[in-house]
């Protein structure tokens, strides 16, 4: 059917209605979106839930990698989130203090050091800007600074169990350590364990509090009392007094194993069972106490010196010999010892070596006492049997005979005792002190010595010895010393009238620095200048201040004379020690000068003695690496070192002692550390030492000491030989015996001799 004009019209018209309708309600539909989207868009992120890391913890390990930012900066902005605009003024307003860092302030110090750079998080769409940062995602990311910023790794990571805060001292004392503490959070951290961060002696912060039971084993209880109910319970652990709630009622002045969790003490275990006895040796697992036997030892045991102040020990203290201690035992093991008296300390235990194998140990020995023999054997005792022998008469001695072995004084005073080990049978003669001082004296220095120089040594060697029977050296054989020069040289040869009456004349005498007993070494003769302890480079590589370098002469003498530090310089030396000061003390002895001339170098021999000290110390034979312009030195193996092309002193200690020595190989350069590997490589074993007054002595195996200047003999290139002049006898450090001799005719006494080798020390009882 045709449709009219007018009606087709009308039907354009409603179409065209429906279309704007529709342009319409999709405006309106994408408007609605849009908004959505911006609603979307606006929505704030919820805040994260986890415990904040503080500012103050944040400033702390900052400073710690030495980073000058600042979190709380002034000028600080809110990061734009991703697809955000900023905030308007509808945002939280932040507080006036507050103590946890935000994630603005997060943002800031990560684009401060370059956090993109360095695939540091960001943490973006985690955060608001004014959320707090969490202590796990700060952690994370300090770990990533460490890497980048603590190249000397001074900055580590640790777990400490607090025993004690001392908030006045700003001290923590944990179970093995004491620190300074910085972040205030430790103020409560006592008994907990925490995962810490470390920087020197310095606790920086607490990175999370472990939740894990703590059991302390062996902790002196010293005091329990009431406290509302419950008890207070005053402990001693590792140098460290703290006090413990507990629900127990226990008994003071016993051992216990305590167990903490929570912050809390929870449990105590007591432990009762105590025996006492004669304390015969101890090993690095077992003890042997007279009348009980041997026992093992916890690996957890702890002693404690309960008589004067009181304070924890090492078992190097345990005191061999004597019953002054009472020993807890639990499980049938020795869980501490408890130092319980002092007494006098004058019986010493010195162990015989056998001098025909070098080793402690024999076979068979003739024993003779009271006129009555027996041969003790070896195979015919059970291991950890004794067998003793002393004389009826205190002032009788023991005789012993052993198959190729003489003595020119083969009886001792005090007993003599036969102790079989797993190892073999040892032999141990303990004596009064004052009795072993009779044969160490003249086995050290000649009797016909003046006394006052005799004097001298008798203090030392009762000071020396008197160390050793307070910290034993032999503790595993149950003796303080041996009879060698491995401590001090005993019963070498028989007791004489003069050095007896020096140890009477000085009983009880001993050398102290301060409150403490000194070090006192000694040797035989001075070049005219003496060392400090710094040739033996020792750990702590530090000279003992009392036993300082300098020259050996009258005090007149020493003011004209070089320092010893002066002595450091080449030519100084070299012209010191190339001709003689008379007005050193000991100008006229046969040892202060000397020359030892090699005529034909063993390069295997020299290359063998390398080896052979590198593998007692490998730190102090070095080998030359890299190039020529840009050389240093690594400790490895040493194998063929080619031809020998020079040798040299590189280095030399105070008053002049060789300290480094450089061998030139045609393959390797060598640099031997320390006057005692130097002394020991130099030394051929065949040719003899020249004395000044023309005696000649072939060393065994040591140059009779490192102060010395070297020249080289060639052909073509090749060092064939060398010659060595030199001077003194021994190490060089501490006192002199030759000097102290010199002294004593001069008119010396005994005290001034020892205060002119040890400055600023005292002879007391």
Not at 366 to 388: C, F
Not at 731 to 738: E, L
Request: hydrophobic fraction near 35%; proline fraction near 2%.
């Amino acid at each position: 059917m045709d449709r009219s004009p007018g009606y087709r019209n009308l039907e354009n018209d409603s179409l065209k209605n429906l279309i704007k309708l529709l342009a319409i309600l999709v405006g309106m539909a994408f408007l609605f979106w849009l908004w959505l989207h911006q609603m979307e868009t606006h929505k704030k992120l919820e805040a994260p839930e986890g415990e904040a890391i503080s500012i103050e913890d944040v400033h702390i390990l900052l400073q710690a990698l030495d980073l000058k930012i600042d979190p709380e900066a002034d000028d600080i902005q809110e990061p734009a989130a991703q697809g955000r605009k900023e905030q308007d003024a509808q945002a939280e307003e932040k507080p006036e203090e507050r103590t946890e860092l935000t994630y603005a302030q997060y943002r800031h110090i990560y684009e401060q050091i370059g956090g993109a750079e360095k695939n540091i998080p960001d943490f973006a769409g985690k955060y608001e800007a004014e959320h707090s940062f969490l202590k796990e995602d700060w952690y994370q990311a300090y770990q990533l600074m460490l890497a980048y910023f603590d190249t000397e790794s001074e900055i580590w990571k640790t777990t400490v169990f607090i025993l004690k805060v001392d908030e006045q001292e700003k001290k923590i004392f944990t179970k093995n350590s004491e620190y300074i503490y910085c972040s205030s959070s430790f103020a409560d951290s006592v008994f907990t364990k925490e995962e810490v961060y470390v920087k020197d002696d310095e606790l920086l912060t607490s990175i999370r509090v472990l939740d894990e039971k703590t059991i302390l084993e062996n902790v002196w209880v010293m005091e329990v009392s009431d406290d509302n109910g419950g008890f207070l319970v005053q402990c001693f652990y590792h140098q460290v007094d703290f006090t413990a709630a507990s629900s127990q009622d226990l008994e003071r002045e016993q051992v216990a194993d305590l167990t903490f969790e929570g912050g809390k003490l929870t449990d105590v275990q007591e432990k009762t069972e105590k025996i006492r006895g004669k304390l015969l040796s101890v090993s690095a697992d077992a003890m042997e106490i007279e009348g009980y036997g041997t026992y093992e030892t916890h690996d957890s045991m702890e002693i404690y010196k309960l008589c004067g102040t009181l304070e924890a020990q090492k078992k190097t203290d345990l005191m061999i010999g004597y019953d002054y201690t009472d020993f807890v035992v639990a499980d049938n093991k020795v869980c501490a010892c408890l130092v319980s008296r002092e007494g006098e300390l004058d019986q010493i235990r010195v162990i015989l070596r056998n001098t025909a194998d070098g080793s402690y140990y024999y076979e068979k020995a003739a024993v003779t006492v009271d006129g009555q023999q027996t041969v003790v054997e070896a195979d015919k005792l059970q291991t950890g049997e004794r067998m003793i022998f002393q004389s009826n008469a205190l002032t009788d001695k023991v005789k012993m005979e052993i198959e190729g072995i003489s003595k020119e004084e083969d009886s001792y005073r005090g007993a003599l005792e036969f102790y079989k080990t797993a190892d073999g049978m040892v032999i141990i003669n303990e004596l009064p002190l004052e009795e072993y001082l009779y044969a160490v004296v003249p086995s050290e220095m000649p009797a016909s010595y003046p006394m006052e120089a005799l004097k001298a040594q008798a203090v030392c060697a009762r000071t020396y010895a008197f160390r050793y029977i307070l910290h034993a050296g032999l503790a595993q054989y149950g003796a303080h010393l041996d009879d060698t020069t491995s401590y001090q040289v005993y019963h070498n040869i028989a007791e004489q009238a003069a050095t007896t009456t020096a140890v009477k004349e000085t009983d009880g005498m001993m050398l102290y620095y301060q409150d403490e007993l000194a070090d006192n070494y000694y040797y035989s003769t001075s070049c005219g200048y003496g060392t400090d302890t710094r040739i033996w480079r020792s750990e702590t590589d530090e000279a003992i201040p009392y036993m300082p370098a300098g020259k050996l002469a009258p005090a007149e003498a020493e003011q004209n004379a070089h320092s010893a530090e002066e002595m450091m310089q080449e030519e100084n030396f070299y012209d010191f020690i190339k001709s003689v000061d008379e007005s050193d003390f000991e100008s006229g002895e046969p040892w202060y000068r000397w020359t030892y001339e090699v005529k034909e170098l063993d390069t295997d021999q020299i290359v063998k003695k390398m080896q052979a000290r590198y593998q007692a110390n490998a730190s102090l034979i070095l080998t030359r690496a890299g190039n020529k312009d840009n050389y240093y030195y690594v400790s490895e193996e040493i194998d063929d070192i080619g031809e020998i092309l020079d040798i040299s002193v590189s280095g030399r200690g105070m008053g002049g002692i060789a300290d480094e020595l450089i061998i030139t190989g045609s393959r390797k350069v060598i640099k031997i550390l320390s006057e005692y590997n130097i002394r020991y490589i130099l030394c051929d074993g065949v040719s003899k030492v020249v004395r000044q007054d023309g005696s000649g002595v072939v060393p065994g195996t040591l140059l009779p000491s490192a102060f010395f200047v070297i020249e080289t003999g060639k052909e073509k290139e090749d060092v064939v030989g060398y010659t060595l002049t030199g001077g003194g006898y021994g190490h060089g450090v501490g006192m002199s015996q030759n000097g102290a001799k010199e002294m004593g005719s001069l008119g010396y006494n005994y005290q001034e001799i020892l205060k002119s080798f040890f400055t600023d020390c005292e002879v007391r009882e």
